[in-house]
DNA sequence: ACCCCTGTGACAGCGCTGTGACAGTCGGAG
DNA sequence: CTCCGACTGTCACAGCGCTGTCACAGGGGT
């Protein structure tokens, strides 16, 4: 169903869960550390990772942004404890999902086809923003039904947009996103591209009423009502 | 765009959805218990179903269990509860999607469309693409009538394509499919491709209808209109 | 042995992209 | 209300990254 990278240091776990995705119908690679995990993810491209927050070594919060740093496939991250403090740090590493240990793997598989399906929706849904329609599988961008022409990055900074409608993301952010930089060295790099951007998806370029700017902040994404 | 039946038990929520799919362009029958779905399903035989789980007498896991005895169509299961074990126990009855009510009338269109589309890709039959039919069982192409001799690896790529159609894909993901290489070292390989099965298969190789170029991505093979 | 397919590298053209300067705008402080 | 500073919008331009194109050589099949 689909190919998981496990990464879980303690062996009973690992082997547990291993065999229990397996039996639901994946194909399973596990490392035992992040460090194995990060190089297993770069050799073989899994679909999803599945990772234990204790590790030895760099914890799981720690390789969850580093794999955002690159990658955007979904993170589900395991854990013993419950604590909510966990799982705000654990979302804002940038993990999909949570599930807390013990865990049968059953309820994992459930929650990996969950996220999946979530994943499918959010990348190849069409998207509509007041008169724009966003196909992320055609990778076209319409609007009132006419095709746009959206240069690649221009694309890119749409389609990150609107992957979290409604939310102010700052200038920081979509450097890392679109550009995969990250430093931020004082340039006009993002206003320049929102504005082309702008030109082709506003009405009214001179007044916004998708890509809002967020003063102080950076750019968000409204649809309108 | 597709025959489904729905089957639902609560007359609010059916007519509703029956109304919002209809709008949707579908053709819709409907019923108010398992025992009825399944006496319409072998009478009037639709492309797809959607399906309650809480319904009066036999319940929706069960309809979709008998339904996958005799049947493979498209199985969308409707419910209430969000509980990972409804999720687990629907999957398990053979249904090919869920969604969690209270579900809208678009909402439910885009999930029934992700599932046709998922059928088809799997079907054998003939594909059009404007002057083009390829004929997946004869593994033949022909433009007006007239056979094209592809080359293996054109014709893999074209099948490739035409198994997504709309969808656009990148050079990494075609080299995966028709290549089965995992690495893209900077190589002309896939566009070299791309411009010899143009200079067939397009009437103006050099302005392309068919398969067209995303910029940045990859390429996506268009049907047009 | 021959031929056609296939992968590779080179190359050119196009247009995207980043940059810096400057103008315009907003909001807070006085 | 006014002013000022900080922040954002805008623009033109030069560089270069991306893609189309082509010729060629190796290899596999006939």
Request: charged share 30%; with cysteine.
């Amino acid at each position: 169903m689909a190919f998981l990278l496990l990464i879980e240091d303690d062996e009973a776990v690992r082997t547990a869960l291993e065999m229990g995705l397996t039996r639901q119908g994946h194909r399973v690679i596990t490392a035992a550390t992040g460090e194995d995990g990060l190089k297993l993810l770069r050799e073989q491209r899994p679909d999803l990772i599945v990772l234990d927050v204790m590790l030895p070594g760099i914890d799981g919060f720690e390789v969850c942004r580093r794999i955002r740093r690159t990658d955007q496939l979904p993170i589900i991250l395991l854990t013993a404890r419950s604590d909510d403090i966990d799982v705000v740090v654990g979302l804002e590493s940038g993990a999909d999902d949570y599930v807390v240990k013990p865990v049968q793997g059953r309820v994992l598989d459930a929650r990996v086809r969950a996220v999946m399906r979530r994943g499918e929706r959010e990348s190849n849904d069409a998207a509509t923003f007041g008169p724009i329609v966003i196909d992320r599988a055609a990778m076209t961008v319409t609007k009132d039904g006419e095709d746009l022409q959206l240069t690649p990055t221009e694309l890119r900074l749409l389609l990150e947009l609107s992957r979290r409608p409604g939310q102010a993301l700052s200038r920081q952010q979509l450097l890392r996103l679109v550009w995969e930089h990250d430093y931020l060295g004082d340039s006009r790099l993002v206003d320049a591209c929102v504005q082309r951007l702008r030109a082709k998806v506003e009405d009214i370029p001179s007044s916004p009423k998708l890509i809002r700017t967020v003063r102080g902040v950076g750019y968000r994404l409204d649809s309108p009502q």
